[in-house]
């Protein structure tokens, strides 16, 4: 038993050695990082070293248990060879400039193209609508300076509106009988002409250095015959969405006319009520290049009716004095055709130089030829550019990529109104921009201090000034809406 209190006081004797070196370690790199701070320049390198010196005397009186969990607790400063290690960079900023600008532009570009499609997709659900609408835009622009002149003389709205309506669609309406008229007059004579065209075409061949023979001929005639009547369904379901179509003409030609009728007798207030539905900031701007674009298509579609009437005339007139039969029913086609740009000039060229060769020859079809390409190169150069002038003027490659668009989207109809969309749209879209840019200089600052000095009118004229685009701003001059009249005018 007396070995025991012995053995403790050798237990504790020990412990307090253990205790004694981890304060002595502790206070080692304690003083090691206290001179670290004083020598990187830090003023108050000093305190900690002096609370650790109390805390130390106070643990070293508080006895062996609480100096070890200090110890314990307490965690060395790395040594000095030690690498650095880099903290790791904001993943924004390690994105390289040109990649997240592409991608900003991207997510707008995908935004921008996925409301064009679901914007064309509805179009295409709604292209009769959407057709006839704007056909009956371009039938107003064309009538509209008659109801306004009417109005002039003392006729009432009313009474305005249904005469040039109703005149119109009159005159619209017997042109359309007349073609149809001729044709069915003339559609003997002409097939007998297509028939002694055919076999004078087949002489020829035989008679011609290619070698062709007459069982090749009656073989190639076979093989179509066989080709007619091995499709004679297809043909049959050919002739049924034939019908349908005319069912469909026939409606958008109805919606047409009332639209027409409203747009001229209402077009004012529907104009207003449509500057209702535009945002308060950007009213004012749409107010001023509505005008603007109604000028533009009004100009488009007279011009464009100028001219195709010239074609007509000039081409019908070289037509009937080569005696190619259907002259007239020909020259309203030139007139139909030419509201489509280039193509329509190219269709209704070679259709007349056809029948011109199976009804009169080769001879015949090149002299044809040769008065279709005259007339369109005088319209190209003389008579479009003095007609139309620089209102609706847009770049020939514009007008390309808007027929094929135009057609590949709505067929016939999407090719004639794709034209007068792209002129209206590249004369919003300018005065968008002039007025925006015209807003931006009204809203500037003025000058101020010693620069308002330099902007005065006092101010020599080649004196430097430091707020040259402040002093254009104070003198450009406000850009004004002009009154909406009849119909947007």
Request: aromatic fraction near 6%; hydrophobic fraction near 55%.
């Amino acid at each position: 038993m007396s070995r025991l209190p012995r053995w403790l006081a050798g237990v504790g004797a020990g412990l307090t050695r253990v205790s004694e070196r981890l304060d002595a370690r502790r206070d080692e790199a304690l003083t090691e990082q206290g001179d670290a701070k004083t020598t990187a320049g830090d003023p108050g390198a000093d305190a900690p070293a002096a609370t650790t010196a109390a805390e130390t005397v106070g643990a070293e009186t508080a006895g062996a248990a609480p100096a070890t969990a200090a110890a314990v607790a307490t965690v060395p400063a790395p040594p000095a060879y030690a690498p650095a290690v880099p903290p790791r960079p904001d993943p924004v900023s390690a994105v390289p400039w040109g990649m997240r600008v592409a991608a900003e532009a991207g997510w707008r570009l995908l935004v921008i193209a996925g409301t064009l499609w679901v914007l064309m997709r509805v179009i295409s659900e709604v292209r009769l609508v959407v057709l006839a609408f704007t056909s009956a835009l371009l039938i107003t622009a064309l009538l509209q300076p008659t109801v306004a002149r009417l109005k002039r003389w003392g006729m009432p709205r009313g009474p305005a509106t249904a005469v040039t309506a109703i005149a119109g669609f009159v005159v619209m309406g017997l042109v359309g009988w007349f073609v149809v008229w001729q044709v069915m007059e003339n559609l003997d004579t002409l097939s007998e002409r297509v028939r002694d065209g055919i076999e004078e075409l087949k002489q020829w061949l035989l008679d011609s250095p290619f070698h062709v023979t007459e069982s090749q001929i009656n073989d190639i005639a076979e093989n179509l015959s066989g080709t007619i009547s091995s499709n004679t369904q297809e043909i049959t379901s050919a002739g049924l969405q034939g019908v349908t179509v005319m069912v469909e003409i026939l409606t958008g030609l109805v919606l047409a006319m009332f639209s027409t009728l409203f747009l001229l007798y209402d077009g004012k207030r529907i104009w207003n009520w449509f500057l209702k539905l535009v945002p308060a900031q950007a009213r004012e701007g749409v107010a001023g290049a509505g005008p603007r674009a109604w000028r533009t298509l009004t100009a488009y579609v007279r011009g464009t009716v100028l001219v195709a009437l010239i074609d007509a005339i000039f081409i019908g007139l070289g037509i009937y004095f080569l005696d190619v039969p259907m002259a007239v029913p020909l020259a309203v086609f030139i007139f139909l055709f030419a509201f489509i740009p280039l193509v329509g000039a190219v269709m209704s060229g070679a259709l007349a130089v056809v029948v011109a060769l199976v009804t009169q020859g080769v001879f015949t079809a090149l002299l044809v030829l040769a008065v279709v390409l005259a007339v369109q190169q005088i319209e190209g150069h003389v008579l479009q550019p003095f007609i139309l002038g620089r209102a609706v003027r847009v770049h020939p490659l514009a007008v390309v990529l808007a027929v094929a668009v135009g057609g590949i989207t709505a067929g016939i109809g999407g090719a004639v109104v794709a034209v007068p969309l792209v002129a209206v749209t590249n004369t919003v879209v300018g005065y968008l921009r002039a007025y925006g840019k015209e807003q931006s200089l009204r809203n500037a600052p003025p000058p101020h201090g010693s620069t308002a000095v330099g902007a005065s009118p006092d101010a020599p004229v080649d004196a430097p000034t430091a707020n040259a685009p402040a002093a254009a701003a104070s003198a450009a001059p406000a850009v004004q809406a002009k009154p909406v009249t009849e119909n947007g005018t």
